[in-house]
């Protein structure tokens, strides 16, 4: 009787499991079966049209004056009386708050937004629409479809801390 030392015990100790046969493998395949991989989203960017580019070059300097920061949005609100603007209140790393309205409300609804993490350019002059001042403008990207524009928030990964320029 070829009885290995698992088996003999096994037949000793009913209940008891042997520890690291297979369990291990066994849980991560029950892992993976749960969880199906996702096939890549397949984007048809035939119909796109985009804007060319500028001709004209800006010079190092001029560029270097913008300030594009990484941004966190903390609220999100739809402007009273206005069909088009999200006003937002923003994390910039300051440790004072930032709104910066921005007409995308056609793309996007105010709750979707908060907690992302956005790009902007926190030097520009404030400026008053609906009464309420915008410090800075969000970057999107825009290009049209089939005749229809189409608007999308840069949008980064959430590691990358409020505050964090962008060079």
């Known amino acids: 009787m070829n009885m290995t ?10 209940t008891m499991k042997p520890i690291g046969r297979g369990d291990a493998v066994k849980t991560q395949q029950k892992a993976a079966d749960a969880e199906p991989e996702k096939a890549p989203e397949v984007i048809d960017f035939s119909k796109v049209e985009i804007e060319p580019l500028f001709k004209d070059y800006v010079d190092f300097e001029t560029f270097s004056k913008s300030d594009f920061r990484a941004v966190k949005v903390k609220a999100c609100t739809a402007v009273p009386k206005s069909k088009k603007l999200l006003q937002f209140v923003l994390e910039d790393g300051t440790g004072e708050d930032r709104v910066i309205l921005s007409g995308i409300h056609a793309y996007y609804e105010p709750d979707e937004l908060v907690g992302k993490t956005l790009i902007a350019i926190t030097n520009l002059p404030p400026r008053k629409m609906m009464g309420i001042e915008s410090c800075g403008m969000l970057i999107s990207a825009v290009h049209h479809e089939e005749g229809e524009e189409k608007l999308h928030l840069l949008m980064v990964d959430d590691h990358i801390p409020a505050g964090a320029k962008l060079y």
Do not use: C
């Open 5 to 14: 030392m698992y088996e003999l015990l096994g037949k000793l100790f009913p």
